[in-house]
T-cell receptor, first 112, second 110 residues
Framework: SQTIHQWPATLVQPVGSPLSLECTVE??????LYWYRQAAGRGLQLLFY??????ISSEVPQNLSASRPQDRQFILSSKKLLLSDSGFYLC???????????FGEGSWLTVV | GENVEQHPSTLSVQEGDSAVIKCTYS??????FPWYKQELGKGPQLIID?????GEKKDQRIAVTLNKTAKHFSLHITETQPEDSAVYFC?????????FGTGTSLTVIP
């Protein structure tokens, strides 16, 4: 069966510091991968998605970036964090676009 | 693009009562409608889904109905229990895009 892992689970970072959140999917090949953010614990905002290695689509302009160095690895990064980057970040995958999306357990980021 | 609206944003019910959450969508090309449950501090988990060629689907205490003509679909939870308390998201999907509703915070009062 397929599983998705993301880490770290919680992170407290000072303003201006870098960020790296990692996500891996097991048990499937060439998945579509996604990064979502939840602010204020409610709505799901799509940040990035990827349909293949090195292919990244950005949905919202911001100081975050995403990379997909391997088929089942997705990384969310920032060079300099802002207070507004605080939130709950969710990695997710699907077999193909429009199909069921499966979420990881999330990473809590607090920028102080 | 697709616009998914979800109501209500918060819902409180007594244990044992039923809960209903409703969503509307705008794109007639949407053909897949999943529902997710998100417990505090966790990622959303798929609980039930329905495709456009089906009008109703049931899984134990939860059911989903779809009205394609009116472009709305609903989640029904019967005999609610405290562990049903969570945030629920609906979604509508076309062949290449996935759109989420804004979520409903359900509280089941023991």
């Amino acid at each position: 069966s397929q599983t998705i892992h993301q880490w770290p689970a919680t992170l407290v970072q000072p303003v201006g510091s870098p960020l790296s959140l990692e996500c891996t999917v097991e048990g499937t090949s060439n998945p579509n991968l996604y990064w979502y953010r939840q602010a204020a614990g409610r709505g799901l905002q799509l940040l990035f998605y990827s349909v293949g290695i090195g292919q990244i689509s950005s949905e919202v302009p911001q100081n975050l970036s995403a990379s997909r160095p391997q088929d089942r690895q997705f990384i969310l990064s920032s060079k300099k964090l802002l207070l507004s980057d605080s939130g709950f970040y969710l990695c997710a995958w699907s077999v193909k676009l429009g199909n069921t999306i499966y979420f990881g357990e999330g990473s809590w980021l607090t920028v102080v | 693009g697709e616009n998914v609206e979800q109501h209500p944003s918060t819902l409180s019910v007594q244990e044992g009562d039923s809960a209903v959450i409703k969503c509307t969508y705008s794109d007639s090309a949407s053909n897949y409608f999943p529902w997710y449950k998100q417990e505090l501090g966790k990622g959303p988990q798929l609980i039930i889904d329905i495709r456009s060629n089906v009008g109703e689907k049931k899984d134990q205490r939860i059911a989903v109905t779809l009205n394609k003509t009116a472009k709305h679909f609903s989640l029904h939870i019967t005999e609610t229990q405290p562990e049903d308390s969570a945030v629920y998201f609906c979604a509508a999907s076309t062949s290449n895009q996935f759109y989420f509703g804004t979520g409903t915070s359900l509280t089941v009062i023991p």
